[in-house]
């Protein structure tokens, strides 16, 4: 039994799979933010390349990917998958654990393949300039090192809290000649209104991106880039599940259940997607599972309705699950989870019980990836540890039942750059902050109203 499921540099996919061409409905129309009118590319062009805006759009199931993006790829693609064997004994599993490994990429992440095409359409749309916002720093981190193939400028606006908690991801993304600013900044309008009213705001992501969009909507030279949510960026992502596959029919093995943290659904999109089409195509049924902090619950305490991606109402509205736009979730340390929305596409699925969601508190988390670690050897990402769980209580399910199933998670980045986070959690000062209900209800409130 091999531990260690490895495929060839010519197996990295020559396309994307694009989920829309199999949803039962398209997906809802994005609104101007203004006129409540679903936009157009045209709308869309001052902040972002014309191919991507297509793809954005796009209902064709297949979309190639350039030559020079694979080139890029092959950097750290096909990347492993695992059979977590010393897991499945350290936990006393009769199931089987498989991992995809994401953290192989040179930020550390599944984040890097989306920001490698994004660099590469921008810079073909000579476009000279991205600004982006940051959670945990992974996403900077990923743009940074796009920017820099490509000789793109990038100005990265950090969320506070992870910018205290997380002074390397600053220095990485540095390294590769990005600017780097805390949010809620000095440098946007956005950013000094918030200032004005909470100087010592954690900032969210949802401020974040409302500053980056504001940089790239008054600078012609500039793009704006998202890590997630956009559905062209959980089509980017489908590369690891493309690859998934391929390695469990080496395996010899399916999934009866597919696992992916979610904070903007793009790498569960990632991992999901391509076995969901096993499922349109009615070949077999996996369950899909989304896995989110109890601190943030998006799919499984919020609601699905239209709402603003970011927190000045500067983005369209996307019909999503979400806790409001001006949701500022606790400071947890799975910084790339705390979004207050999600992909309009994992949310229409989830809607269409295609996809399940489930949420745990921080502790558990920390506990079930030292498990991990000391197991696997792997330290993982904050972000990630939320599949591992849901993976091991999974396991754990199975084998009450006296079931033996096959569970495949995405282990979407390494920890290496939060061992604050971990220091935290060993020495005891780590606290779960279930989210309260009432407080889902005051920024629920506050939702736009839209007539559709
Ligand atoms: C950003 C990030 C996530 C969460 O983002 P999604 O878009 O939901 O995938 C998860 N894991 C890691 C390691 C991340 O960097």
Known sequence: MDVKILLKESDIPKTWYNVVADMKYAPAAVLHPGTGKPVGPDDLSPLFPMPLIEQEVSAQREIPIPEEVRRIYALWRPTPMCRALRLEAAIGTKSKIYYKYEGVSPAGSHKPNTAIPQAYYNKMAGRKRIATETGAGQWGSAMALGGSFFGLDVKVYMVNVSYNQKPYR???????????????????????????????????????????????????????????????????????????????????????????????????????????????????????????????????????????????????LIKMYTLGHDFVPPGIHAGGLRYHGNSALISQLYHEKLLEGQAYGQIAVFQSALTFAKAEGLLPAPESSHAIHAAIVEARRADEEGKRKTILFNLSGHGYFDLAAYDDFINGRLADHEHPAEKIQEALDRLPKVEV
């Open 170 to 316: 600053r220095m990485y993304m540095e390294a590769y000649g990005a600017q780097v600013v805390a949010s809620p900044s000095r440098d946007t309008n956005a950013g000094r209104g918030i200032l004005a009213e909470s100087p010592d705001s954690p900032g969210s992501l949802g401020i974040a991106i409302s500053e980056a969009v504001e940089d790239a909507a008054t600078r012609p030279d500039t793009s704006y880039a998202l890590g997630s949510v956009l559905n062209h960026v959980c089509l980017h992502q489908t590369v690891i599940g493309i690859e998934a596959k391929e390695q469990m029919k080496i395996a010899g093995d399916y999934p009866d259940v597919v696992i992916g943290c979610c904070g903007g659904g793009s790498n569960l999109s990632g991992i999901g997607f391509p076995f969901l089409r096993d499922k349109f195509d009615g070949k077999r049924d996996p369950r899909i599972v989304a896995v989110e902090p109890a601190s943030c619950p998006t799919l499984t305490k919020g609601i699905y309705a239209y709402d603003f991606g970011d927190t000045a109402k500067l983005t369209p």
